[in-house]
């Protein structure tokens, strides 16, 4: 599976950005999607998940219903809608899916995108 992630950018502090995720290698529809980010001089930490159909999502706490992921079966793409953007969400956003389940941990996940810059200025 490829994972190609896309979107990032520079954004002032409340703005918004629109981050997509396309996929190939393997029918999209069977793979769990998601999204992690790595901050500078931080770990990596899972930010979203979404399930095969689309009907099941899960977010970590720190999104506080300011990010929307989704996904098109048809274009064989996710994407995470961000907004009301803080400084601290400045990181690298990874594009990651799995054929097993909804994890929330790095190792459940098979096939990772090489990540997306988001910067966020105050």
């Known amino acids: 599976v490829q994972l190609q992630a896309s979107g990032g950018g520079l954004v002032q502090a409340g703005g918004s950005l629109r981050l997509s995720c396309a996929a190939s290698g393997r029918t999209f529809s069977s793979l769990i999607m998601g999204w992690f980010r790595q901050a500078p001089g931080k770990e990596r930490e899972f930010v979203a998940v979404?399930?095969?159909?689309?009907?099941?999502?899960y977010y970590a706490d720190f999104v506080q219903a300011r990010f929307t992921i989704s996904r098109d079966n048809v274009k064989n793409t996710m994407y995470l809608q961000m907004n009301s953007l803080k400084p601290e969400d400045t990181a690298i956003y990874y594009c990651?899916?799995?054929?097993?389940?909804?994890?929330?941990?790095?190792?459940?996940?098979?096939?990772w995108g090489q990540g997306t810059q988001v910067t966020v200025s105050s």
């Open positions: 990651v899916a799995s054929a097993q389940g909804m994890g929330v941990l790095k190792f459940e996940y098979e096939y």
């Open positions: 979404i399930s095969w159909s689309g009907d099941n999502t």
